[in-house]
């Protein structure tokens, strides 16, 4: 993700953008190094936000066993998704996120989005939708040789290809801020305040957030003074009053995450926000094993290739009641993520965009970053089947996950990384810190959770 940043070497931070030379198989998980069909692979110093991006420039989507003998991994469509995710059965009952509205926020966004989503919705046979585009404040003129300004470029395309690809008739606002975020509380003040307004103005069912600064960044946080986090939560808090479900990307770098330079990792675990705070639904991320039709041949596992999903235990917040359940798990502390979606490398998406015109053509991205906007469409399709948003999943999500006909897939296949030496979280039976509660059957999912809201 751009966990809550694009995650770049400038410590802008992706929720999960992962980039890989494909021909060496080299990671970057810091800065991008992208691998272009036209040339010999080069690096290119681009945030890691939302996703890494592996693949760059191709001129069309390739199947799966081109990708695998071309780069050693898995390209997936949406076509792919719809069928793992098991997404064709509401769009035939009519349920396609009609009459709901996500919210994606990205610094700087891309001026090419509408063309972008056009071309990507034609190649897959789907209708396309137009994105509404909200500025925040000054926004500079977009700079093609800026690596900020492409890497949240990538990212603003990433998300939104991917919250059309699961509600394909939501509708799409993006915001676009003029401040990067990074490490600590740079740009997060204006990706707030944007986010309350639109709150404020009936904009929005459901906001999704591929970025993140990890907590021990923050100002204060090594004196015990989390009030830098705490005077930044007051949008959440409004996205609660007015029923917005809110998600972030848990991240990229596993139990340790990324460091504020983006040379290395943190030598102990720690937690990012958003998507630690309490108000915040933490999508994690998983690696999906699919064949042509996008049928699986085995069970997912957790994302562990060339990032790892993030997360742990929150080092700011404590236990809500909604984790009580599971409080032998996280302990005294709030625990991430809540739940997964596809995020792995090997498994990556296809994304088209044509903000760079040095490489115009289909990407390959993974990452958190990509997982956030995919749940993001999830909750449009349950708030209109469910009449009315559903709000605050997380009470939901924790009684759902112990009925068997929920739609939630429980995940106990793999560990989150370790990095620095630090022991990474197993998926297990049950709840855990690699993948939350697991993943999802959307067709089961979404009326599960459409009937829970209508309970309370």
Known sequence: MRIARPRSRAGIRTAGATALVAAAMTVAPLSSTTVSAHAAPQTRAVPAVAGHRLVSGVSSPLP????????????????????????????KSGVTGKGRTIVIVDSFGSPTIQ??????????????????????????????????????????TLDVEMAHAVAPDAKIVLVETGVAETEGVTGLPEMMSAE?????????????????????????????????????????????????????????????????????????????????????????????????????????????????????????????????????????????????????????????????????????????????????????????????RVGDIHKALYTLVHRKSSGIVDVNDGTDNSYAGVTGYPAVNGYDMATGVGTIDAARFVRSLAHASHRG
């Open 115 to 156: 063309h972008d989503l056009d071309v990507y919705s034609g190649q897959f046979g789907m209708k396309s939708t137009r994105v509404q585009v909200k500025k925040w404040g000054h926004v500079p003129a977009f700079d093609p040789t800026n690596a900020d300004m492409t890497g949240w470029a990538g990212e603003t």
């Open 64 to 91: 799966i066993e081109q990708c695998q003998a071309q780069w050693k991994i898995a390209c997936y469509s949406p076509v792919q998704y719809r069928q793992a995710y098991d997404l064709d059965a509401l769009y």
């Open 196 to 388: 309350k307004d639109l709150i404020d103005h009936g904009v929005g069912d459901v906001i999704t957030q591929s970025f993140g600064a990890t907590e021990n960044t923050f100002p204060g946080f090594d004196k015990g003074d989390f009030s830098s986090i705490g005077k930044l939560r007051y949008a959440f808090e409004d996205a609660a009053a007015h029923g917005v479900t809110v998600l972030a990307s848990s991240g990229d770098g596993g139990a340790t995450d990324s460091t504020a330079d983006g040379n290395g990792y943190y030598t102990e675990r720690v937690n990012s926000w958003p998507s630690s705070d309490p108000l915040v639904t933490s999508i994690g991320g998983t690696q999906l094993h699919l064949d042509d039709k996008g049928d699986r041949t085995s069970p997912d596992s957790v994302y562990n290739d060339y990032g790892a999903g993030g997360g742990g235990q929150s080092h700011v917040f404590t236990r809500p009641a909604y984790q009580n359940g599971v409080k032998n798990v996280v302990g005294a502390r709030r625990g991430t993520p809540d739940i997964s979606m596809a995020a792995a490398v090997d498994g990556g998406a296809w994304v088209y965009s044509s903000y760079d015109p040095t490489a115009v053509g289909w990407d390959v991205y993974g990452g958190t970053s990509e997982a956030s906007p995919l749940f993001s469409g999830i909750i449009a399709l349950a708030d209109q089947a469910a009449g009315h």
